[in-house]
């Protein structure tokens, strides 16, 4: 069965600190879909970033970055340089092929960025 | 503007009373899905629909129902509203294995 552990329930950090959101899935599909939404105080689900199974490659965009590891089922995103305007919960999420695209959620991290 | 719109935001009701939550997407997107956020729980799946006419239940559809007459719209009825309805409910579409949500409505059951 399918399934999302974000094992941190919230953190909270001060301005500037890097932090790093633990996602760790399991599936018993070769082929399945990975996910980061971050949801504002404003209450909006936002994408973040897909991830294939088949590309492990890690992906950077500005101050985020994304680490795969197939090895330990693990999806970890890290927040170099933390802001304000990082504050949210951030849900990771799985998809598996030929689940007609359902997302299976995590329960989500707070993140509390302090100035 | 184009985007996926749910309706109303903020909704109180009565237990026992009948509700019914609005979806309408822009981009037709053959699938959309419900989900309810509560506490704890993250983000669960309600129902889903593959295409007009075709809908299928989730992980917690009890006490819903949903129609989808037109790709566009795909609304979420609770038939005799339970103070245990009471959540943030999210609309979505999907394109290319990515879900696109709408702001939400956030229901309580008095």
């Known amino acids: 069965a399918q399934k999302v552990t974000q094992a941190q329930t919230e953190i909270s950090v001060v301005e500037k600190e890097d932090v790093t959101l633990d996602c760790v899935y399991e599936?018993?599909?070769?082929?399945?879909?990975l996910f980061w939404y971050k949801q504002p105080p404003s209450g909006e689900l936002v994408f973040l970033i897909r991830?294939?199974?088949?590309?492990?490659q890690n992906e950077i965009s500005g101050r985020y970055s994304w680490n795969f590891q197939k090895s330990t089922s693990s999806f970890n995103f890290t927040i170099t340089a933390s802001q304000v305007v990082d504050s949210a919960v951030y849900f990771c999420?799985?998809?598996?092929?030929?689940?007609?695209?359902?997302?299976?959620f995590g329960k989500g991290t707070k993140l509390s960025v302090k100035p | 503007d184009a985007g996926i719109t749910q309706s109303p935001r903020y909704k109180i009701t009565e237990t026992g009373r009948q509700v019914t939550l609005m979806c309408h997407q822009t981009?037709?997107?053959?699938?959309m899905f419900w989900y309810r956020q509560d506490l704890g729980h993250g983000l669960r799946l309600i129902y889903y629909?593959?295409?007009?006419?075709?809908?299928d239940k989730g992980e917690v559809p009890d006490g819903y129902v949903v129609s989808r007459s037109k790709t566009e719209n795909f609304p979420l009825t609770l038939e005799s509203a339970t103070r245990s309805q009471t959540s943030v409910y999210f609309c979505?579409?999907?394109?290319?294995?990515?879900?696109?949500f709408g702001s939400g409505t956030q229901l309580s059951v008095l």
């Open positions: 979505a579409s999907r394109d290319a294995e990515k879900l696109f």
């Open positions: 599936t018993r599909d070769t082929t399945y879909y």
């Open positions: 991830r294939n199974s088949f590309d492990e």
């Open positions: 999420a799985l998809s598996e092929e030929g689940s007609q695209g359902n997302l299976i």
């Open positions: 981009w037709s997107h053959s699938y």
């Open positions: 629909s593959a295409a007009a006419d075709i809908t």
